[in-house]
């Protein structure tokens, strides 16, 4: 029986997944880097800023030293940033609001699993920060993602089991993270034909999701 549900940020609950793809772009672009992908950066989704910047960094012939990988990432998050600066409750994906209102009325509680340092600043601006009994993102952990530490934190912090929460993600190493922690993985987007996930869908808008016996079906 699902008693939490919990939602990643970038692309799942915001679209500050593209911001994310537009501001590594535009660091490559100045560290004269070719060749990256929207297919690289779904290998980003899910992961570290760190570990993001490792997925760039195997596009360019330069090696770079620890010092100046940092200073790399500090550039893209400027970068990412700055993009944010309009950022309101129009970056909520569709679906969203209500499918958090149907589950709140279910009784079933909500938290935040989240890689980005930048979740608590995003919750706020677009107006999400009220919905959530919990907040887990990069500032509470040590591990990234495929590692479940920040989903284990959100169930923690909501004090539910781990095999009553479900997850829900849009990176493949977010429905790793969650089934090694014993919970429960929706896919969706950009992870929607993940093999390991437990459910899948093209966005929580699916009415498929929301209406008929799949979603029924979860909770
Ligand atoms: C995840 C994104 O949610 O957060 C990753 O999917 C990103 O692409 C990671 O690298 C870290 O985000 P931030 O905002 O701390 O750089
Ligand atoms: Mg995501």
């Not at 029986?1 to 970038?10: E, G, P, S, T």
């Not at 690289?40 to 993001?52: E, F, K, L």
């Not at 950009?190 to 209406?211: Q, T």
Request: proline share 2%.
């Amino acid at each position: 029986m699902i008693k939490a549900v919990i939602f990643d940020l970038d692309g799942v609950l915001v679209t500050t997944d593209e911001l994310h793809y537009r501001a590594w772009k535009q660091l490559a672009a100045e560290e004269g880097i070719k060749g990256f992908t929207k297919e690289d950066n779904i290998r980003q989704r899910g992961v570290s800023r760190m570990a993001s910047l490792e997925v760039l960094l195997e596009k360019s012939d330069k090696k770079y030293s620890d010092e100046e990988k940092l200073a790399l990432a500090d550039r893209k998050n400027n970068i990412y940033v700055r993009s944010l600066a309009g950022l309101d409750r129009s970056a909520v994906l569709d679906g969203v609001f209500e499918f958090i209102d149907h589950i709140k009325s279910m009784g079933i509680k909500t938290a935040v699993g989240s890689a980005s340092k930048n979740t608590p600043m995003i919750l706020e601006k677009t107006g999400l920060a009220a919905l959530f009994d919990a907040v887990s993102c990069g500032l509470d952990t040590q591990n990234s993602k495929p590692d479940p530490e920040v989903f284990l934190i959100a169930a923690d912090k909501l004090g539910i089991p781990y095999k009553n929460c479900l997850v829900i993600e849009d990176s493949d190493a977010g429905i790793q993270a969650a089934k090694a922690g014993g919970m429960l993985a929706l896919a969706v987007g950009a992870a929607k034909n993940n093999p390991h996930a437990d459910y899948s869908a093209e966005s929580l808008a699916d009415s498929c999701i929301l209406r008929e016996r799949h979603y029924t079906g979860i909770l």
